[in-house]
């Protein structure tokens, strides 16, 4: 049982090296203000705890490795549909009507994985605006 659990921690810790868009980020420790004071140094209603809402970090830690897997999963999805279109293009033979099927299939491809890099650009655009 150990070693299957060791084999098993193995091929996780080398698959999310392979694929770091599917590792979710560490949580983040909470940071108290300080010794004296565990609401930080403006108390209950002044502002002065320093940081982050923990709340705010970890939900947009989630929405950033969300994003990060679907990237990943539009772009692996439009690399596939290249090879197969280049799959059916080499097996066409001449058929013209094959040939032109073969085109489509991968101009449809490289459109999806336009819109998919698009996206994510747009949308790291946007978080930027609002830093």
């Known amino acids: 049982m150990l070693i299957l659990?060791?084999?098993?921690?193995?091929?996780?810790?080398?698959f999310t090296n392979m694929f770091p868009f599917l590792a979710l980020p560490p949580l983040p420790q909470p940071s108290l203000g300080g010794a004296a004071n565990p609401l930080g140094a403006g108390g209950p209603l002044g502002g002065g705890g320093g940081g982050l809402d923990p709340i705010q970090t970890e939900l947009t830690g989630f929405l950033s490795s969300v994003k990060n897997l679907l990237t990943g999963i539009g772009a692996t999805i439009a690399v596939i549909g290249v090879i197969i279109g280049g799959l059916m293009r080499a097996t066409a033979f001449g058929n013209e009507r094959k040939v032109a099927i073969?085109?489509?299939?991968?101009?449809?491809?490289?459109?999806?994985?336009?819109?998919?890099?698009i996206a994510n650009t747009a949308v790291l655009a946007i978080q930027g605006m609002f830093r």
């Open 5 to 14: 659990g060791t084999i098993l921690h193995i091929h996780i810790h080398h």
């Open 102 to 117: 073969s085109n489509q299939a991968i101009a449809c491809a490289i459109v999806g994985l336009a819109i998919v890099l």
